[in-house]
């Protein structure tokens, strides 16, 4: 298995409050990739990065902002969480940026009351 | 628009059996397929990858056909164990860092 490490993995809390969420990698790759998965809907990309500092958008990332200050870190913070970002939040990681195998973490369970 | 899209949202075969899971996708500029599965309150499992100059891919119990003139592709899993239950899904890489994900294929092998 991959060496992705997400924390927390499960998380209740209140609209308006901050989250931040961890990914660590002990592979040495290069790209990161935070996703959310929700029913009815394929993974959706939300930040990705092709490098340290190197970040960007995806299709859903609004309300999320991201942070790679090393290899192995990728934060995802949700600066003032909503109810419509109860989500389980998957971080994925990749050697290569294209055909390169895509490796997931287990996934953390966000609830916002 | 792009779309990854799945035939069956739910599968149930015999145990011993081989089981067949398909998937369209509508990106004919897409270059590389995965199949992952994922079982309940786990991360996605990667299972096999295939590119598109390719035709066949096979693993370990697992096949991976892609049809570029049909814009389809499948997963065959030979004789489907308990263990194989899961939810599959496949996703297609139509740009760097980009991967478009199905919304999957819940599998479940009766004994």
């Known amino acids: 298995d991959a060496g992705i490490t997400q924390s927390p993995r499960h998380k209740v809390t209140e609209t308006g409050t901050p989250v931040t969420l961890r990914c660590h990698q002990t592979?040495?790759?290069?790209?990161m990739y935070w996703y959310r998965q929700d029913p009815g809907h394929g993974l959706r990309l939300i930040h990705y990065s092709y490098g340290v500092k190197d970040t960007d958008k995806g299709e859903v990332s609004d309300g999320y902002s991201v942070s790679r200050s090393k290899t192995e870190d990728f934060l995802l913070t949700l600066e003032s969480a909503t109810s419509s970002q109860t989500s389980v939040y998957f971080c994925?990681?990749?050697?290569?940026?294209?055909?390169?195998?895509?490796?997931f973490g287990e996934g953390s369970r966000l609830t916002v009351l | 628009g792009e779309s990854v899209g799945l035939h069956l949202p739910t599968l149930s075969v015999q145990e011993g059996d081989n089981s067949i899971i398909n998937c369209a996708y509508s990106?004919?500029?897409?270059?590389?397929f995965i199949w992952y599965k994922q079982e309940s309150g786990k991360g996605p499992q990667f299972i096999i990858d295939?590119?598109?100059?390719?035709d066949k891919r096979q693993g370990q119990r697992v096949t991976v056909l892609l049809n570029k003139t049909v814009k389809h592709l499948s997963l065959q899993i030979a004789a489907t164990q308990p263990g194989d239950s899961a939810v599959y899904f496949c996703a297609e890489q139509t740009g760097t860092y980009k991967y478009i994900f199905g919304t999957g294929t819940r599998l479940k092998v009766l004994a």
């Open positions: 295939i590119r598109s100059n390719m």
């Open positions: 994925a990681i990749s050697e290569a940026g294209l055909a390169g195998e895509l490796f």
């Open positions: 990106n004919s500029a897409s270059d590389y």
């Open positions: 592979e040495n790759h290069r790209y």
